[in-house]
């Protein structure tokens, strides 16, 4: 199964990625990684079900003006964790054209779609 990975993924740095290596992933690396307890995870496609539920939840959020709502960032939970919910209510203040990620602190409501291609991971391998 190794021989489908790329050579930059297999077998990663020692001792596990940490959540700044995802700011420095190859071009060709997929768009959407998580880090998970220090393993990365690809995230698959995404169905028209987990799309639509997605824009009809961010369709009812109205944000008080020092709030915004993202998609399709990360959350660096610690040097191994860094997570991409489905939606974030984030302070504003931290947005900038080069932001990848944010801190716990900044973050207000985290939700995250579960459908049957998701649950597994989205129930069960979060770390507690």
């Keep these: 199964m190794t021989a489908d990975l790329p050579e930059w993924f297999y077998p990663g740095p020692p001792g596990g990625w940490t959540a700044d290596m995802l700011d420095h992933l190859p071009p060709d690396a997929p768009r959407h990684v998580e880090l998970i ?6 995230r698959p496609p995404q169905t028209a079900f987990h799309m639509l539920a997605l824009r009809s939840f961010e369709g009812y959020l109205d944000p008080p ?3 915004a709502v993202i998609r399709g960032m990360t959350v660096t939970l610690g040097p191994r ?3 991409e919910p489905d939606i974030l209510l984030v302070n504003k203040s ?3 054209a080069k932001t990848t990620t944010f801190q716990p602190g900044d973050v ?3 939700a995250e779609v579960a459908s049957d291609e998701s649950i597994d991971l989205d129930l069960k391998w979060p770390p507690a």
């Design 94 to 96: 931290v947005i900038s």
């Design 108 to 110: 207000h409501l985290v």
């Design 81 to 83: 964790q860094r997570p």
């Design 37 to 42: 307890d220090g393993s990365l995870t690809f």
């Design 65 to 67: 003006g020092h709030l």
